[in-house]
RNA sequence: CGGGGUGUAGCGCAGCUUGGUAGCGCGUUUGACUGGGGGUCAAAAGGUCGUGGGUUCAAAUCCCGCCACCCCGACCA
């Protein structure tokens, strides 16, 4: 036998359809809405077996395993990283120095094994993995260093939806990164902004347009945080751009442009109680008393975490069609504070439903009170009554607020609120902010070090001091990006593969297909022909009527199909059609030159 | 977890109100005719009607429980 050379161009795929499963669909399951599930169950990729879970049939997991391949190529070189495979079976005490047992709740699949011991199905791996460097990295001069795998992970989502696109059970690209400082050589920006790079490389050879987004970073202070968003209007996640500048954020974080506030206006009238019985919110409220919710005071209680000023509550207040943003809360009080427990807070004698910004003035507790621009404001409000079943119009914060508002260790003017369209950019004076919709396939981090310093990951530096480790951890929704590159690309006949991640590269139809038929017989050789080029074909030998095969090889998406019929054949020829090629009709290509034009279909 | 919806043949559905031998279309199998955008004719196979209980002479149908799946919502009080 020939030696083979390292560099052989890899031989493409001969496939029958007859010889694979490809279960296509004449009407999708009544249970798809999203288009992406529709199409990938009716194309035959995916059948469901539970909720948030599938079966990735064979021309699902091809292109999973496409995608995989370009991650894998764009991580070992872009991303400067390793590839290696960790456990999806995590047990409990993993968990025990930092806590994400807690994190995650119920999101966490948990089970006992035979010995009663508990064990989780893994969300993620940054414990397994750092577990796994505490023991083998000791030195700075192992670092930095890179890791990643393609696995299976395990979210007991509280509502899988959409298909592929909010699973359970689904397949992710997990990278983490280990260093001894930030900047510099071998620091976690530069693996950081590599990873960036190669993220994006990624996403673009799949043929998604995205948008990448800075997003909420973690409560350990300084991380950076980006999403890579591909646009489409089925996405659940909301992204805010400034189409002057570029700026592009994900709700959670987005910055809001300079807004003017104005909290010594006069009051509208006397202040004037309503008796609002059992009204559970905003809308309710605001139909009852005939106010619109733009016109009403939202206060929001939030318990402080120990700090400074001994501060025990932070009330946040918003206009009533906005939304309070917790990290924007933590920002600008300065110190951690959550989401007061209802009963903690209603002990603490907060009318819990119809608090006004006026709880924060009762004597007793010590209270912050972070007043978004928007609400800060003159004209008529209404808000609570700070008792129940009743609320007050009127409000005027100079006349009910008094001094406290010139206090800033009491009340502060602030952000605190997610940004929506139509706000001020943040970068440029003038510009406003527009809303998209996206799917997070990507998302890098930079952790610092609140892993290695929750399990105590600490090596010895040049002066042989301990130092932790600092870390950032990179993922991919590998099962979610196809269902995103279904999303982008498909009409009404069907899915419309980029070629980089079709299933295969050429389906060949044969009008005839009894075997030693000339259609099928040149059907074959050509293939051969494909595959020696590195082509991916799959061969529809069934007995099928012509109408049957192409509506067929329209849905599965192939992005060349070259039809073998008794007139092109007389011809010496084939009819070549690309996929992504609307309304023109195929072109007759002679045999000689199929492959050549294959070719130059797939590889442009 | 709250609300809404659906479970009847592989897929899509009707039948349920008013209880009385389980149906239609697609698909599948066989045969013939056909053969360039989801064919025609003929014959056939395929269903514990999600599940457990109850009412009844009789339950897909009425009543109760449970399960599964889908959609919407959800720390903003």
Request: some cysteine; glycine content about 8%.
């Amino acid at each position: 036998m020939l030696p083979t050379p390292f560099n052989a161009p890899r031989s493409g795929e001969i496939h029958r359809w007859s010889r694979t499963f490809i279960p296509t669909l004449k009407e999708a399951p009544a249970e798809a809405q999203a288009a992406s599930h529709r199409l990938l169950l009716r194309a035959g990729f995916i059948r469901q077996v539970g909720a948030g879970i599938y079966n990735y049939l064979p021309l699902g997991w091809r292109v999973l395993q496409r995608i995989s391949a370009i991650v894998r190529e764009e991580m070992n070189t872009t991303g400067g990283a390793v590839e290696m495979l960790m456990p999806a079976l995590e047990p409990f005490e993993l968990f025990e120095g930092t806590r994400r047992d807690a994190d995650y709740g119920d999101n966490l699949f948990r089970l006992k094994d035979r010995h009663g011991r508990l064990t989780a199905l893994a969300p993620t791996h940054e414990e397994v993995i750092t577990d796994l460097m505490k023991a083998g990295i000791t030195s700075y001069k192992q670092l930095p260093l890179a890791l990643y795998q393609i696995q299976t992970k395990f979210r007991d989502e509280f509502r899988p939806r959409s298909g592929l696109l909010r699973c359970r059970e689904f397949l992710m690209k997990d990278a983490y990164s280990f260093h001894m400082s930030v900047e510099g050589p071998g620091g976690l920006n530069q693996a950081y902004d590599a990873m960036d790079r190669a993220y994006q490389n990624i996403f673009r050879r799949c043929g998604l347009t995205f948008t990448r987004v800075e997003a909420e970073s973690g409560p350990i202070g300084g991380s950076a945080s980006h999403e890579f968003m591909v646009n489409a209007e089925s996405g659940e996640d909301t992204i805010l751009l400034c189409p002057v500048s570029g700026y592009a954020a994900n709700v959670e974080k987005c910055e809001i442009g300079p807004r003017p506030h104005d909290l010594a206006a006069a009051p509208t009238g006397d202040l004037q109680e309503v008796h609002t019985p059992g009204l559970p919110g905003i809308d309710e409220v605001g139909k009852f008393m005939k106010v619109k919710p733009d016109r009403m005071l939202k206060t929001i209680v939030f318990r402080a975490a120990s700090n400074p000023a001994s501060i025990e509550w932070v009330l946040a207040v918003v206009r009533g069609d906005q939304e309070v943003n917790e990290g924007k809360v933590k920002a600008a009080a300065g110190f951690h504070a959550s989401m007061g427990d209802e009963k903690e807070a209603r002990a603490a004698g907060f009318a819990i439903g119809y608090v006004s910004p006026r709880a924060a003035l009762a004597t007793g507790r010590k209270c912050l009170l972070l007043i978004d621009p928007d609400s800060a404001q003159g004209g008529f409000w209404a808000t609570g009554a700070d008792k129940p079943d009743h609320h007050v119009k009127h409000f005027n914060w100079r006349r009910e607020m008094g001094a406290a508002l010139d206090d800033p260790a009491r009340v502060r003017v602030a952000d605190v609120r997610n940004a929506a369209a139509g706000d001020p950019s943040p970068r440029v004076p003038g510009a406003t902010l527009e809303a998209r919709k996206g799917i997070e396939v990507g998302h890098i981090f930079k952790l610092g070090t609140k892993y290695s310093d929750a399990m105590d990951f600490r090596v010895l530096d040049e002066k042989q001091e301990r130092r932790s480790v600092i870390m950032g951890c990179y993922g991919i929704g590998v099962s979610r990006t196809l269902a995103a590159c279904v999303e982008m690309a498909s009409d009404d006949n069907g899915i419309v593969w980029p070629a980089a991640i079709a299933p295969y590269h050429v389906v060949i139809v044969p009008m005839r297909v009894e075997p030693g038929s000339d259609a099928m017989s040149t059907a074959e050789s050509l293939a051969r022909g494909l595959s020696t080029a590195g082509l991916d074909v799959l061969i529809d030998d069934r007995d099928e009527r012509p109408g049957v095969k192409f509506k067929d090889a329209d849905l599965i998406g192939i992005p060349v199909r070259l039809t073998l019929g008794d007139k092109a054949l007389a011809e010496k020829s084939a009819e070549f059609k690309r996929r992504n090629d609307h309304n023109s009709k195929s072109d007759l290509v002679p045999l000689d030159r199929a492959v050549a034009a294959c070719i130059e279909a797939v590889s442009a």
